[in-house]
């Protein structure tokens, strides 16, 4: 029986997942980049990044018509898991934009980072408008009070060229560019 495992594998590995799978996409520059924002804090810690279920999942959804369900989009994937994903893409985005030194958690360095940015999403969706909506709040804290805390909540909306996937992609990256902005000017001197 043992002989035969080998084949078993291999008989598995072929039935494996090939559907395409989408990273959170960044825009093209269409602009030279702005100067990088001076921020209240030198360090910022982005929590992980809270989504909806259906939002979290793997699978990339839509709307098909106005008020309706949200579908999955045949055979289309995101590449990571979508919290995780978000999260990194907004650390990432902040620190390429502003003067702090930004990590997503767990923070990497020994003293801990003066504010930390909690983003917690009520609606990530792919609309039949052709926008694909971001909202919910984000919270920003300081144990020290380097700066004033506060709930911000946001609401944002960015046209997609398509419903495809990588459509879909395209305007989650720009959504979470367009958050990762806010937060940033929220933090701004």
């Given at each position: 029986m043992t002989r035969f495992a080998?084949?078993?594998?291999?008989?598995?590995?072929?039935?494996?997942?090939?559907?395409?799978r989408y990273l959170i996409a960044t825009p093209p520059a269409t602009e030279a980049p702005a100067a990088r924002a001076a921020?209240?804090?030198?360090?910022l810690e982005v929590r992980q990044v809270s989504l909806p279920a259906y939002?979290?999942?793997?699978?990339?959804?839509?709307?098909?018509?106005?008020g309706g369900a949200l579908r999955p989009v045949k055979s289309a994937l995101w590449a990571d898991e979508p919290s995780r994903a978000m999260t990194q893409r907004l650390a990432d985005r902040i620190a390429a934009t502003s003067t702090a030194e930004?990590?997503?958690?767990?923070?990497?360095?020994?003293?801990?980072?003066?504010?930390?940015?909690?983003?917690?999403?009520?609606?990530?969706a792919a609309r039949a408008d052709g926008r694909l909506h971001l909202n919910g709040q984000f919270a920003i804290s300081s144990y020290d009070m380097v700066v004033r805390?506060?709930?911000?909540?946001?609401?944002i909306a960015v046209p997609m060229n398509s419903d495809a996937p990588g459509a879909i992609a395209q305007a989650t990256g720009a959504a979470v560019n367009a958050l990762a902005a806010r937060i940033t000017g929220t933090l701004a001197r």
């Open positions: 080998p084949l078993l594998l291999l008989a598995l590995a072929a039935c494996g997942d090939n559907d395409p921020l209240r804090v030198a360090t939002a979290a999942a793997d699978q990339i959804l839509r709307e098909e018509e106005a930004v990590a997503a958690e767990p923070w990497p360095l020994a003293r801990p980072a003066q504010a930390e940015v909690d983003v917690r999403v009520s609606e990530l805390e506060r709930i911000v909540p946001f609401a």
